[in-house]
């Protein structure tokens, strides 16, 4: 006997909104799942929104962000408050996480 597991997702347009831009989320990724007689076949996904692209729905502007903790990191280089490595790491991860998923996977 093997467990029979079925979801659903139920959502309108308010939870798409105070779920999305309203928490500043942005969409979430969608498949359009096809049921076949062997299981099922992934027809379509429609990938969600990437930092830069909510940051951008609300007037932010990423490359300025990424600049702004470029001189801040600098700064903090001259006062050794950071070591090299730590600055590149830093920028890095930071450029990483705008071009990534807003939700945690």
């Not at 308010?14 to 990724?29: A, K, P, R, T």
Request: proline share 2%; no cysteine; aromatic share 12%.
């Amino acid at each position: 006997f093997k467990p029979y597991y079925l979801a659903m997702f139920l959502g309108g347009a308010y939870q798409e909104i105070m779920g999305n831009l309203h928490n500043l989320f942005g969409d979430v990724n969608v498949l359009h799942i096809k049921l076949t007689p062997s299981g099922y076949k992934i027809e379509h996904v429609v990938k969600g929104d990437t930092m830069t692209e909510v940051l951008n729905y609300v007037q932010y502007n990423s490359d300025g962000l990424v600049e702004s903790i470029r001189r801040q990191t600098e700064q903090a280089l001259q006062e050794e408050k950071i070591t090299i490595k730590e600055s590149r790491m830093l920028l890095q991860n930071y450029e990483n996480s705008l071009s990534s998923y807003t939700y945690l996977i």
